[in-house]
């Protein structure tokens, strides 16, 4: 089994940055892809930006431009770099890993951190 472990979340401003952190215990074999989701609230679940083996990363629409999804295999740790953090983007994110593609699909990945609350205040 896998365990995740998020951290970076916290509040700020509007306009503000945050960075999340996702480390996994081991290694997840072939499934390498990473994903970041969030659940709003008072909303379902959504992707908001992904990561595969190869580094081919994919965002959300909404997040697109104003965040960034990096991983440093070294350690392993996958980032969630968020600029111009609006008052839309609060809610729980969560990192999920073990996924063949590194897309938005939360369907696609095994594991799952058990998140990281992100408030932004206007």
């Known amino acids: 089994q896998v365990q995740l472990q998020e951290s970076g979340g916290g509040s700020v401003q509007a306009g503000g940055s945050l960075r999340l952190s996702c480390t996994a215990s081991?290694?997840?074999?072939?499934?390498?892809?990473v994903g970041w989701f969030r659940q709003r609230p008072g909303k379902e679940r959504e992707g908001v930006a992904g990561?595969?083996?190869?580094?081919?990363?994919s965002y959300a629409n909404s997040v697109k431009g104003r965040f960034t999804v990096s991983k440093d295999n070294a350690k392993p740790t996958v980032y969630l770099q968020m600029n111009s953090l609006k008052p839309e983007d609060t809610a729980m994110y969560y990192c999920?890993?073990?996924?063949?593609?590194?897309?938005?699909?939360?369907?696609?990945?095994?594991?799952w951190g058990q998140g990281t609350q992100v408030t932004v205040s206007s």
């Open positions: 999920a890993a073990g996924g063949w593609y590194g897309n938005l699909n939360e369907n696609d990945y095994f594991f």
């Open positions: 081991r290694d997840t074999g072939a499934r390498k892809g």
């Open positions: 990561i595969s083996g190869d580094g081919t990363t």
